[in-house]
């Protein structure tokens, strides 16, 4: 088991930056694939990026891609989450999860594959 909490989230104009960070606990965070999804009100929870276990393949949702870049350093046990050139349909709260997959398996878009979830951050965005 794991547990995760994230930090880094704010209030940020269009265009800014921002760097959420995700804690996990424990000593088996390698073990796991690493997720970073959003909710906005109203909406579903969606995909926004997903790292390997080794840190070597990572995978974006179109809306993010080229804007936003995930990263991990199993010797901290930690994920990250660099946001740049935000919009304000990036506004949401944002959730790090992690899945427990092989070493060489490409990390999950589905949230239901996503065993651990933190609290979530919010961030938001204005015009």
């Known amino acids: 088991q794991v547990q995760l909490v994230e930090s880094g989230g704010g209030l940020v104009q269009a265009g800014g930056s921002l760097r959420l960070s995700c804690a996990a606990s424990g000593r088996t965070f390698s073990t796991y694939s690493m997720g970073w999804f959003r909710q906005a009100p109203g909406k579903e929870r969606e995909f926004v990026a997903g790292?390997?276990?080794?840190?070597?393949?990572?995978t974006y949702a179109d809306s993010v891609k080229g804007r936003f870049t995930i990263s991990r350093d199993n010797a901290k046990s930690t994920a990250s989450l660099q946001m740049n050139g935000l919009k304000p349909e990036d506004t949401a709260v944002y959730y790090c999860?992690?899945?427990?997959?092989?070493?060489?398996?490409?990390?999950?878009?589905?949230?239901?594959?996503?065993?651990?979830w933190g609290q979530g951050t919010q961030v938001t965005v204005s015009s």
């Open positions: 999860a992690a899945a427990p997959t092989s070493w060489v398996q490409a990390p999950p878009r589905g949230r239901y594959d996503y065993n651990f």
């Open positions: 790292i390997s276990r080794s840190g070597g393949t990572s």
